[in-house]
Nanobody
């Protein structure tokens, strides 16, 4: 079994910064991509940023230039540095990890952490 534990969410004023942290633990040989998704009330979950095991990143257009994703493969952790936060960034942020299981990759999710940006 694999568990993802997130931390770092909270309440911040517009223009402020937060850093999200996610650690994967359990039966893990290797992890392919890791990423962060978010879901605002009444909206679908959307990809915010992802990073491969080799360090290639993909960011949503709405966060480019403001958010940075990074990971530590040795520790099975992924980080999301969020700067210049806007009220529209308010959402529950979920960590995702694609854990290699033989020939397959199985997606695991964290429980979510609330990010609230006040105007």
């Amino acid at each position: 079994q694999v568990q993802l534990v997130e931390s770092g969410g909270g309440l911040v004023q517009a223009g402020g910064s937060l850093r999200l942290f996610c650690a994967a633990s359990g039966s893990i040989f290797s992890i392919n991509a890791m990423g962060w998704y978010r879901q605002a009330p009444g909206k679908q979950r959307e990809l915010v940023a992802s990073i491969t095991s080799s360090g290639s990143t993909n960011l949503a257009d709405s966060v480019k230039g403001r958010f940075t994703i990074s990971r530590d493969n040795a520790k099975n952790t992924v980080y999301l540095q969020m700067n210049s936060l806007k009220p529209e960034d308010t959402a529950v942020y979920y960590c995702n990890a694609g854990v290699v299981r033989g020939l397959y990759v199985v997606d695991y999710w964290g429980q979510g952490t609330q990010v609230t940006v006040s105007s």
